[in-house]
């Protein structure tokens, strides 16, 4: 096969489920392989008349003329060991469905409990051992089978969590984010995998568009309307640093005031919102720059300016 190949990837940000595999078998036999961005060629699927050879042409013609706006594809490895990260993320999401559904139970039969402690071994296997002695139903077996569930999952979890950071392609990588205040392992790997390369953003304002930190806007003559913040964006990315940017004031006292600041302006949430922008800024010096992070180097560098 040769000359290049363009294929349509279809989809809500992840992509198709089968383009990254077909990107890998078109990708030995093609002199370049190109996928193309779902939202910019919705002109395809709003034409009166729709299918495989008009699609085709279609492209074809928006390749010839440079113009077919391209997704980026990561490389094999980033993108397998993006796999990985996401199902972390799902496990995870399973483990506090299960935990809600163990309180669910506990409340539908008008069981007394500590919510605090209802998690813990000590507490729960106390709470267990006394409900198989005062009750006869299926609410012990049900509690048990959950807290084994639980148990399984967050050992899966870990297990993948310390896989993913004694990776030799992440693992320099990780530690210098990592010094970045309120940057953990997982909001750390979560920037590595999700951003891949990051030389292809060059300004803060593309990371902060592509983390969906920003709001939309429809825009008009005169008339400029700023809506909620856009859908179309990263959601693992945006999720981990938004949830970074609710604790990072607790740990950073630049971020606390970045907070504090935005807090007395208006919601909380706007300042939360304000707080994960800084830390998107700061991740993308250390990794742009290759270095640590060091704030006192920032501020010796402005009077310089």
């Known amino acids: 096969m040769d000359g290049s190949v363009a294929a349509t990837l279809v ?28 939202l910019m060629l919705r002109a395809i699927t709003a034409a009166k008349k729709k299918n495989d050879q008009v699609d085709a042409a279609t492209i074809s013609d ?12 990561a490389p ?10 996401r199902y972390r993320n799902l496990l995870v999401r399973q483990a506090v469905r ?11 039969t008008g069981i007394e409990y ?38 399984t999952l967050v050992s899966m979890e870990r297990t993948l969590v310390r896989q993913l950071l004694k ?19 997982i909001t750390a790997l979560t920037w590595a995998l999700e951003i891949g390369d990051v030389s292809r953003f060059h300004s803060i304002r593309q990371i902060i568009s592509y983390a969906g930190l920003c709001a939309d806007e429809c825009s008009s003559a005169d008339k400029r309307q700023r809506l909620p913040l856009s859908k179309q964006c990263n959601p693992h990315l945006k999720t981990v640093l938004i949830e970074a940017a609710n604790m990072a004031p607790y740990w950073s006292p630049e971020l606390n005031q970045v907070y504090q600041q935005e807090r007395e302006r208006g919601h909380r949430n706007r300042a939360a919102l304000a707080v994960a922008r ?5 991740l993308f010096a250390v990794d742009r720059e290759h270095r640590t992070f060091d704030p006192g180097q920032r501020k010796a560098e402005k009077p310089a300016a």
């Open 62 to 73: 928006l390749q010839r003329c440079n113009l077919l706006p391209e997704c980026y594809m």
């Open 167 to 185: 990776d030799k392609d992440l693992q320099q990588r990780v530690e210098r984010l990592m010094t970045i205040p309120a940057v953990g392992p």
């Open 114 to 151: 500590n919510k605090d402690k209802l998690h813990g071994k000590r507490y729960f296997h106390e709470l267990l051992a006394g409900l198989r002695k005062d009750r006869e139903d299926s609410l012990p077996q049900l509690l048990g089978l959950s807290r084994a569930a639980v148990d």
């Open 98 to 108: 299960m935990k809600n559904r163990m309180s669910g139970l506990l409340m539908e």
């Open 11 to 38: 989809g809500r940000h992840g992509g198709h489920l089968f383009t990254g595999w077909i990107y890998d078998v078109l990708l030995p036999h093609a002199q370049e392989v190109k996928v193309a961005h779902p």
């Open 278 to 282: 800084k830390l998107a800024a700061y």
């Open 76 to 85: 094999t490895r980033t993108r397998d060991l993006r796999r990985v990260l």
